[in-house]
C-alpha cells in the first residue's frame, strides 16, 4: 500500500473540516422551516357598532303649526312663516236660528317671537225675527302677540274687533270690541297642553240690542300629534256672556288636523258641542290650510 503524498493528505483534511462545519448549517437551513411560526395575518379590526338611531321628535317649529280651533289667535304658539286658511263655520241654536261664517283667516310671524293676524270673510244669519235675518260682511278680527323665550313658552297679545258687519240685520252689534289675553304651552313628546284666558271690552251697542258687559275668557286645550302632518286637538273653552242676558257661551271642541310642515296645503275640521245653553246646539268647523 502506497502512502498517501503529504500534499493530499493536506486537501482531505481540509475537505473534512469544511464538511464538519458547513453540515449543521445545512441542516438549521433544511429544518428551519418546520421550526419557525407560520406567519398570523392580521386580523381585521371590530367594527364600531353601528350608531343608535335618534327618536324623532317633532321640532318647535313643527308644535307650532299644529293649532286650536276655536283660539287660534290667543294660543302661545307662534307660526313659523306664514298661515292662510279659508274657514267654514256652521252653527245651529236651539231656537231654531242658523248662523254660518266663510272667512279668510291669515297669520304671519313678525321677528323673533312675534305673530299678527286677521280674520275677515262673510256672515249669513237666518233667525225667527225677519228683522235678524240677512248676509254680508262679518266683522273683522286683528291681533297681535308676543312669546317670551323659555322651554314652555308663555305669550301675552291683544286682539281689536272693527265693526264691518251690518248691526241692523244682527250680523254685529256695530262697535268696536278689545280683548287683551294671555297663553302658555307645554310641548312634551306625545302631546301639547295648551291655557289661556283673557278680558274683553265689547262696545255698547244701539236698541234694540241689551247693554254689554266686559266679558272674561278661560280656555284650556290638548293637542296630540299623530304621525308627521296630523293631530288629535281637544280644546274647551268658557267666556261669560258679552250682552246682558245673552249668557255664557262654552264648548267643547273635538277635531283633527292634517297641517305640519312647510310649505304645502293641510285641511282642518271640527266638532263643537254646548256645555251651556248659550252655545250652540252644535258648530262645524272645515277649514283648507296653506303653510308658508
Same mark, same amino acid.
Given at each position: ?10 486537501? #482531505? ?8 462545519? #458547513? ?19 392580521? @386580523? ?23 293649532? =286650536? ?12 312663516? /306664514? ?16 248662523? &254660518?261664517?266663510? +272667512? /279668510?283667516?291669515? &297669520? ?16 249669513? #244669519? ?10 254680508? #260682511? ?5 291681533? *297681535? ?24 240685520? !244682527?250680523?254685529?252689534? !256695530?262697535?268696536?270690541?278689545? @280683548?287683551? *289675553? ?5 310641548? =312634551? +313628546? ?31 286645550? &290638548? ?15 268658557? @267666556?261669560?256672556?258679552? =250682552? +246682558?242676558?245673552? /249668557? ?6 273635538? !277635531? =283633527? ?20 245653553? &248659550? ?14
Amino acid at each position: 500500500m502506497r502512502p498517501i503524498p503529504a500534499f493530499r493528505l493536506v486537501v #482531505l483534511l481540509l475537505v473534512f473540516a469544511g464538511a464538519a462545519v #458547513l453540515a449543521p448549517g445545512a441542516r438549521a437551513q433544511e429544518t428551519q422551516p418546520f421550526e419557525q411560526t407560520p406567519p398570523r395575518e392580521d @386580523e381585521p379590526a371590530e367594527s364600531a357598532p353601528p350608531a343608535a338611531t335618534p327618536q324623532c321628535r317633532p321640532a318647535p317649529s313643527d308644535r307650532d303649526a299644529r293649532r =286650536l280651533f276655536q283660539r287660534f289667535a290667543e294660543d302661545a304658539a307662534i307660526i313659523p312663516g /306664514g298661515w292662510v286658511e279659508g274657514l267654514l263655520s256652521f252653527e245651529h241654536f236651539d231656537s231654531g236660528a242658523e248662523r &254660518a261664517f266663510l +272667512d /279668510g283667516l291669515f &297669520a304671519f310671524q313678525v321677528g323673533e317671537g312675534n305673530e299678527a293676524g286677521l280674520r275677515l270673510g262673510f256672515e249669513w #244669519l237666518n233667525a225667527d225675527a225677519p228683522d235678524l235675518d240677512g248676509n254680508g #260682511l262679518a266683522d273683522i278680527d286683528v291681533y *297681535f302677540k308676543h312669546r317670551f323665550a323659555g322651554a314652555s313658552p308663555c305669550a301675552i297679545g291683544g286682539l281689536l274687533k272693527l265693526p264691518t258687519a251690518k248691526e241692523d240685520e !244682527g250680523l254685529g252689534t !256695530g262697535k268696536a270690541d278689545f @280683548e287683551f *289675553f294671555g297663553s302658555c304651552r307645554a310641548n =312634551l +313628546d306625545a302631546v301639547s297642553f295648551t291655557a289661556n284666558a283673557g278680558a274683553r271690552y265689547n262696545g255698547d251697542p244701539d236698541p234694540p240690542f241689551p247693554e254689554s258687559e266686559v266679558s272674561v275668557l278661560a280656555g284650556a286645550g &290638548a293637542i296630540f300629534p299623530v304621525g308627521r302632518e296630523m293631530s288629535i286637538v281637544i280644546e274647551g273653552t268658557w @267666556e261669560s256672556e258679552r =250682552l +246682558d242676558g245673552v /249668557g255664557n257661551d262654552a264648548r267643547l271642541t273635538i !277635531g =283633527l288636523q292634517g297641517v305640519a310642515e312647510r310649505p304645502g296645503f293641510g285641511f282642518r275640521g271640527a266638532l263643537a258641542l254646548p256645555l251651556t245653553d &248659550a252655545a250652540p246646539d252644535y258648530q262645524i268647523l272645515f277649514g283648507a290650510v296653506y303653510l308658508y
